[in-house]
């Protein structure tokens, strides 16, 4: 399992590898708001995967929490949304 550090600001998300799987050597990952299309979380039965569907047609994936793992996935999914929405929203 490879952990990572998202951070949420006004210009985006920020996502640090702080470990990585043998041989993978991935990068910090920075998407603007404004890149963001869509994004869709999909709950499985051994993990759950949050998809980021970018303007561009890409699409960024992650895999998170499940069954026998904790992390903080659900605090991170409500102030993405919030944010999400302020951002492509504003009033």
């Given amino acids: 399992m490879a952990r990572t ?3 949420l600001n006004d210009t985006g998300i920020n996502i640090k590898w ?3 799987f043998y ?3 991935s990068e910090t990952i920075n998407i603007k708001w404004t890149d963001i299309e869509k994004y ?3 709950n499985g039965k051994g993990y759950n995967v ?3 569907y970018l303007v561009d047609g ?3 994936e992650f895999g998170h929490a499940g069954l026998f793992v904790v992390d903080d996935f659900d605090k991170f999914y409500e102030q ?3 944010m999400f929405i302020k951002n492509k929203h504003p009033e």
Avoid: L
């Fill in 58 to 60: 890409s699409i960024v």
């Fill in 80 to 82: 993405f949304q919030e």
């Fill in 5 to 7: 550090e998202w951070v």
């Fill in 40 to 42: 869709r979380e999909i």
């Fill in 23 to 25: 041989g993978n050597a």
């Fill in 50 to 52: 949050f998809k980021i």
């Fill in 18 to 20: 702080i470990t990585q």
